[in-house]
């Protein structure tokens, strides 16, 4: 089975644009988690997603969206870049019924904002 | 999830035991994990235990959760050179969001 895929795996944004970042989940999976990670906060929870569905939102601001297609493949949009939003993307996906919920990492998108 | 924190280096021998700690403060945790983050790369489960159990034993990873007192560890046995990782305890609870703590960054020396 593939495993989760994140693209693009780098990107270079300058401040004040706007970036899409898209996830492919396991097949079979139908819940995506987006995490962004850097030095300073470590891994925070940004949104998490389910048959297209938000169904949980960290504290971040509007500024970071994401939406859920019905193939359980996600994508998030950051606007208005700006220097801190440069980080390590995360997303991972669980099938989520019951139980561990075991979510699968992605290798994660690297953003840079210059 | 509230808070989850784990002290952040580690330098172990190799051929010895390495064992990680974590303390979360969700009450209602229902599992707690271990991933494990490589360089570069994004991050692999290693194990998980439900929080009705106190211990959970997979090859060389032990789990050991105190739930009392609100304590996880990873016991890695005969740690090897291909162990030196960033090691980040995380937790779950009825909200579906998993927090993470900060990362332990083991080394492993020959």
């Known amino acids: 089975k593939a495993g989760v895929t994140q693209t693009p795996r780098y990107l270079i944004k300058t401040r004040g644009q706007q970036v899409t970042l898209s996830c492919s989940p396991i097949s079979g999976h139908r819940s995506v988690s987006w995490y962004q990670q850097t030095p300073g906060q470590g891994l925070q929870f940004l949104f998490e997603?389910?048959?297209?569905?938000?169904?949980n939102k960290g504290n971040f601001p509007g500024r970071f969206s994401g939406r859920q297609f019905s193939n359980s493949r996600s994508e998030m949009n950051v606007s208005t870049l700006e220097l801190g939003d440069s980080a390590l993307y995360l997303c991972?996906?669980?099938?989520?019924?019951?139980?561990?919920?075991?979510?699968?990492f992605g290798p994660g998108t690297r953003l840079t904002v210059l | 999830g509230e808070d989850v924190e784990q002290s952040l280096f580690l330098s172990v021998r190799e051929g010895d035991s390495s064992v990680i700690n974590c303390t979360y403060t969700?009450?209602?945790?229902?599992?707690l994990y271990w991933y494990k983050q490589e360089p570069g790369a994004g991050l692999q489960l290693l194990t998980y235990?439900?929080?009705?159990?106190d211990m959970k034993q997979d090859q060389r990873l032990t789990v050991l959760l105190n739930k009392k007192d609100k304590h996880l560890s990873l016991r890695i046995a005969d740690t090897q050179t291909g162990d030196s990782a960033i090691y980040f305890c995380?937790?779950?609870?009825?909200?579906?969001?998993?927090?993470f703590g900060a990362g332990t960054t083991v080394t492993v020396r020959a």
């Open positions: 991972a996906s669980s099938y989520w019924t019951s139980g561990a919920n075991e979510q699968f």
């Open positions: 995380a937790e779950i609870g009825n909200d579906y969001k998993l927090s």
């Open positions: 997603y389910f048959s297209e569905t938000q169904r």
């Open positions: 969700d009450s209602s945790s229902t599992y």
């Open positions: 235990i439900f929080s009705n159990m």
